[in-house]
């Protein structure tokens, strides 16, 4: 898969490295079959986007608080 890197330089690699690539903000644009996707501008799949840690739905000091 061809990809654009953030220093301008144009490289082909392999399909299964793309997730990791935009997680790391190496890439700029990546090219399908319908022309070049750029990251940040265009839709790309959920999988590509950077994973949320967003915590456990309720934390132990919540629950302690409530129980008395």
Same mark, same amino acid.
């Given at each position: %898969? *061809?990809? =654009?890197?953030?220093? &301008? ?11 990791d690539? /935009?997680? !790391?903000? *190496? =890439? ?5 079959? +319908? &022309?070049?996707?750029?990251? &940040?501008? +265009?839709? =790309?799949?959920?999988? %590509? ?5 967003? &915590?456990? #739905?309720? @934390?132990? @000091?919540? /629950? @302690? #608080?409530? !129980?008395?």
């Open positions: %898969m *061809k990809v =654009i890197f953030t220093n &301008g330089e144009e490289h082909i690699i392999p399909t299964q490295a793309l997730d690539l /935009i997680r !790391e903000n *190496k =890439i700029v644009a990546f090219l399908r079959s +319908d &022309g070049w996707t750029v990251i &940040g501008r +265009d839709p =790309i799949r959920q999988c %590509m986007l950077p994973e949320i840690n967003t &915590g456990d #739905r309720w @934390s132990d @000091s919540t /629950i @302690s #608080r409530t !129980e008395h």
